[in-house]
């Protein structure tokens, strides 16, 4: 090789710099790679604790995040503070992640100055437009923007083929979340979380812990509420015996109405949201998980945890196929009936707590650098 490939990571999320840190720690170990990284810091606070944890140092952090900020308004800033430096580095490879506004801005922009764009975790679709909103959209424009997919599942491959991508530009990697989590877990018990787990007694023969994540925009209003109804009648039907905990996403549209109607029922502790770290221990720690997010869709059946989805539909079906996740949407009737089959029936759980994890082993990031070493433009 005459020179070394320059590739620019951008992202801009803390889900983003989870499942990018691996890739670019794989990066900066290649000698035939100059690594560049920018953050959009489209979420600062969540963001900085994954730079420390993975100890990854921006070489550009274009520190976007406003109060109540627009989807237009962080788009627009995106592509004109990236725009110089884009120019500025002129890099060989563009490379974002998943399916954030900073995603598809970054692939856009990169596609106007002709340089070439990596979509890592490629090809994930609901064929629903608005679910999940923003996302889904975010991720088919990077997708046809992009030169080189790296889809996580064959699965995911297929929805590109079918979208008329060439098969010769897209390689299955697994989900790089797997290589990420593989590493944390290598990491002791945060204090904090051992002092909780003591106090709420969770182990083996004492309390079980339900684990919740749920802040997405399509659930914004009555879904939110609905969700913690049943979050509610499903402590008070295991009172004394399950505690749950539900780190609560920052957004006011979350905030108000999990605090309203969750803030004062003995056994359910709210949080702010946990640094990376802690919540992948308090994943480990949980006996069921209950989310309406991507990422803890991939990183619960990593762990043999049962996860109900809070959603409707899911562009990871590869885990509900495998019987890791099942999809329960927001009427608390059927909530509190799924989680009571889970609690009440070793059975049923076993068969989700034991089924295969579709998907990863660890090394995406590996194959990911890999295929951008022997990409060839065809």
Not at 48 to 60: A, G, N, R, S
Not at 269 to 285: F, G, N, Q, S
Not at 309 to 327: D, S, W
Request: charged share 25%; hydrophobic share 40%.
């Amino acid at each position: 090789m005459t020179h070394k490939i320059r590739v620019l990571s951008v992202f801009g999320t803390r889900p983003e710099a989870v499942k990018m840190a691996p890739v670019i720690q794989t990066l900066e170990r290649e000698s035939e790679v100059e690594s560049r990284v920018c953050v959009t810091a489209q979420h600062r606070q969540m963001l900085d604790q994954v730079l420390e944890l993975f100890q990854i140092k921006p070489d550009y952090d274009l520190n976007l995040m406003r109060p109540n900020q627009s989807l237009a308004g962080l788009t627009a800033e995106v592509m004109e503070n990236l725009d110089p430096v884009l120019a500025d580095e002129h890099p060989d490879w563009v490379l974002v992640q998943g399916d954030t506004t900073t995603v598809m801005t970054a692939a856009l922009a990169a596609f106007y100055r002709g340089i070439r764009v990596g979509h890592v975790e490629a090809g994930l679709r609901t064929g629903d437009k608005r679910q999940p909103f923003p996302e889904e959209i975010n991720r088919r424009i990077a997708g046809t923007i992009a030169d080189l997919h790296f889809a996580p599942t064959d699965l995911a491959r297929q929805n590109l083929l079918h979208e008329g991508i060439d098969d010769r530009i897209i390689r299955v990697t697994g989900n790089t979340e797997i290589d990420a989590q593989l590493k944390v877990l290598e990491m002791p018990v945060p204090e904090q979380v051992h002092r909780w787990l003591e106090e709420w007694q969770i182990r083996e023969g004492g309390n079980r812990l339900a684990l919740v994540t749920a802040h997405r925009r399509e659930n914004f209003g009555k879904p939110i509420e609905d969700i913690c109804s049943a979050l509610k009648r499903l402590v008070e039907d295991y009172a004394g015996n399950l505690h749950l905990v539900y780190p609560v996403h920052f957004n006011p549209n979350i905030q108000e109405p999990v605090h309203s109607i969750l803030g004062n029922v003995p056994n359910i502790h709210l949080l702010d949201p946990l640094d990376y770290l802690p919540m992948v221990h308090m994943l480990k720690a949980a006996t069921i998980v209950l989310t309406d997010s991507g990422g803890i869709q991939e990183e619960a059946p990593g762990l043999g945890k049962p996860t109900l989805v809070l959603r409707e539909k899911t562009e990871r079906p590869e885990g509900v196929a495998a019987g890791v996740l099942k999809l329960v949407g927001t009427d608390p009737e059927r909530i509190v009936a799924e989680a009571h089959r889970l609690l009440d029936d070793k059975t049923e759980y076993n068969k989700m707590a034991h089924a295969a994890n579709p998907f990863g082993d660890g090394h995406a990031a590996e194959r990911i650098v890999k295929a951008l070493l022997e990409f060839n433009e065809y």
